[in-house]
């Protein structure tokens, strides 16, 4: 985890790639309006980087605490907070396998960060409980897996040169990444095994998307467009997100859920 902290604290900037990667942004906060309804929910942003997606939830009106690794990202929070005069109810420094708050307090949480550089299953088991711990009965838990396909899509974005074949289909078996190829520490995902995963725990599974799927790679094209045209594109790939036969063409799952 040391690893991972330093590599936001120094090397990457999320507020950046959130801001670049329109389709992941757009798609993803579609879901969130959808399965966040309510005034002044109580919303805890489990690994929520600099704030992008809790900033937005508090300027509806909820109350919002943000945890993340990085001591780095929690500072851009909060500034990028007093940039649209909004205050989140907390910023936390810390580590979501480490959660001692009280049970049940939370109607959301946001696990769209965290599970993807766990790369031990037990770990990834200890997040979510710890997560579930914190949301009251009822209450929607909201995660994102980074696709075992990612690496794959990455390559094909630009057609770059490939040194091996191998070491890019690899990821399609053994979804760890020790963090000496271009990414940190990580875990990449089969989207059948997100599910399976999520299934044990005491939730019932409302949605699981492939976010970017048709539209994956296209990002700087579609910045070209109208926002009319860019809008019905995102509609196209919205409507499609829910379609299995499209995991594979996607970089993020987002996974919804409802604590029973």
């Not at 949605?207 to 196209?236: C, R, W």
Request: glycine share 6%; aromatic share 10%; net charge negative.
């Amino acid at each position: 985890m040391k690893e991972v902290e330093r590599w936001y604290d120094e090397s990457y900037d999320e507020l950046d790639r959130l801001e670049n990667h329109i389709v992941e942004f757009d798609i993803t906060k579609r879901y969130l309006d959808k399965y966040i309804i309510g005034d002044s929910l109580e919303i805890f942003d489990i690994g929520g980087g600099p704030g992008r997606y809790a900033i937005r939830l508090a300027k509806k009106g909820h109350q919002v605490s943000l945890l993340d690794l990085s001591s780095r990202n929690i500072e851009v929070a909060k500034e990028k907070a007093a940039q649209e005069r909004i205050e989140l109810k907390s910023y936390i420094h810390g580590n979501a396998l480490d959660l001692s708050d009280h049970k049940n307090v939370y109607d959301v949480i946001l696990l769209m960060g965290p599970l993807y550089h766990l790369v031990k299953l037990e770990d990834r088991v200890t997040c979510i409980q710890n997560a579930l711990n914190l949301l009251k009965p009822g209450g929607i838990l909201i995660a994102s897996f980074i696709s075992s396909y990612a690496p794959l899509q990455d390559y094909l974005k630009g057609l770059y040169p490939l040194n091996c074949v191998e070491d890019v289909l690899s990821y399609l078996s053994e979804g760890s990444n020790d963090g000496d190829s271009g990414f940190t520490t990580a875990y990449f995902s089969d989207p059948f095994e997100a599910q399976e995963l999520m299934a044990q725990f005491n939730l019932k599974q409302l949605d699981f998307v492939g976010v970017e799927n048709i539209l994956s790679g296209k990002e700087e094209n579609l910045k070209k467009l109208t926002s009319e045209q860019y809008d019905k594109y995102l509609d196209v790939a919205y409507e499609l997100s829910k379609d299995p036969n499209l995991y594979g063409m996607s970089e993020h799952f987002l996974y919804i859920g409802q604590k029973q």
